[in-house]
T-cell receptor, first 114, second 113 residues
């Protein structure tokens, strides 16, 4: 079945550690996105990628980094520079770049900093 | 700047009641797209509907219906005969052509048996 997978579902990290969240899609979508969701709030865009080997900062990119070496994969690294990383992270993809195609979402990763 | 407002933070209804979730948007674009997503307790956002700014026809899909009114910049979502499985957080989103999505803060719907 086609879809978006994120792993792990739950992640715990100590302060000062970097951690990488995985996002894989087999929908053959060009564009991929990372969002952060805090309790009672909407989604905020961290980074997005319209094509392999290219990505752009979203609204809250500070303290995060990404790579897009393969079309199917768009991992997100939460660095120690991120002041308040505890949140729910959602990955999404859409068919084309530069358009407003529907975004489809993965199941999310809940990150907790201890 | 684009903005989406969902004034209802939480709504509780009893099963079989009808419920309407409000969405008001702001944009200066003439071409834009509106979306509704459902986020059940599992966390994944599920796509419900996409509507472009040139299509003001209301849409019905089973117990779901959407009322798009450009005159009031609203794109409201109604669930008829609500069920417990409808309990979720619902997000309205806006995207100008070629632009990133802007999400509203969401409305938490609780359907009580």
């Amino acid at each position: 079945d086609g879809g978006i997978t994120q792993s792990p579902k739950y992640l715990f990290r100590k302060e000062g550690q970097n951690v990488t969240l995985s996002c894989e899609q087999n929908l053959n979508h060009d564009a991929m996105y990372w969002y952060r969701q805090d309790p009672g709030q909407g989604l905020r865009l961290i980074y997005y990628s319209q094509i392999v080997n290219d990505f752009q900062k979203g609204d809250i990119a500070e303290g995060y980094s990404v790579s897009r070496e393969k079309k199917e994969s768009f991992p997100l690294t939460v660095t120690s520079a991120q002041k308040n990383p505890t949140a729910f992270y959602l990955c999404a993809s859409s068919i084309r770049s530069g358009s407003t195609d529907t975004q489809y979402f993965g199941p999310g990763t809940r990150l907790t900093v201890l | 700047a684009q903005k989406v407002t969902q004034a209802q933070t939480e709504i509780s209804v009893v099963e079989k009641e009808d419920v309407t979730l409000d969405c008001v948007y702001e944009t200066r674009d003439t071409t834009y797209y509106l979306f509704w997503y459902k986020q059940p307790p599992s966390g994944e956002l599920v796509f419900l509907i996409r509507r472009n700014s040139f299509d003001e026809q209301n849409e019905i899909s089973g117990r779901y219906s959407w009322n798009f009114q450009k005159s009031t910049s609203s794109f409201n979502f109604t669930i008829t005969a609500s069920q417990v499985v409808d309990s979720a957080v619902y997000f309205c989103a806006l995207s100008g052509y070629g632009q990133n999505f802007v999400f509203g803060p969401g409305t938490r719907l609780s359907v009580l048996p």
